[in-house]
């Protein structure tokens, strides 16, 4: 996968940081439920399939198609290629990037798969983006503004990628 530089995102002021909780917590029924979780640095269930869903990809696909398991080098490659949030659940070798609330479309792929209604998905609080402490999960390509997905053509491009590149692997 070609990786461009990506330019540095600006650190966030309290008021930005607090429309981003909002937007995420606006999932559920209850907001508040998720921003006393994350207040309290826990994880918080959200629910898929409204404002956004999320495509749980393995950590096989995305270290074949970012050619490393570095993860500064994992970091730059998926936010120059999705452009967008994704998080990393270290502890069940899993990746979520999220995107809008429609069904992915790059067919049929063991590596990737597309968590809509029905889902929900443990999100850690969003100034968790560091792995060393956030072995449950945490933000690999932070959420930059309410409303910021994944491009899911480029998402598509890039699990097509992996999985061919995982496919050869296997040959």
């Known amino acids: ?22 937007w995420l917590a606006g999932s559920l ?9 994350w207040e ?29 398991r570095m993860s500064v080098h994992v970091t730059r490659v998926l936010a120059s290629a999705l452009r967008g949030p994704v998080l990393h659940a ?13 069904a992915a479309a790059w067919g049929h792929s063991p590596h990737a798969e597309y968590l809509g209604r029905d889902n929900y998905l443990g999100v850690p609080p969003i100034e968790l983006t560091d792995p060393k402490d956030g072995l449950e999960g945490y933000w690999v390509v932070p959420v930059t503004r309410p409303g910021d997905l994944c491009d899911p053509a480029r998402l ?16």
């Open 1 to 22: 996968m070609n990786t461009v530089d990506i330019p540095l995102v600006h650190p966030l002021t309290e008021s930005e940081r607090e429309a981003i909780r909002d």
């Open 29 to 37: 029924k209850r907001p508040q439920a998720a921003k006393d979780q």
């Open 40 to 68: 309290k640095g826990g994880i918080a269930p959200l629910a898929l399939g409204r404002r956004f869903s999320a495509v749980r990809l393995s950590e096989p696909l995305v270290y074949a198609v970012t050619e490393s």
């Open 90 to 102: 270290p502890s069940i070798r899993r990746f979520y990037a999220f995107t809008p609330p429609v």
């Open 156 to 171: 598509a491009a890039l699990v097509a990628a992996g999985s061919m590149e995982l496919t050869g692997a296997e040959s």
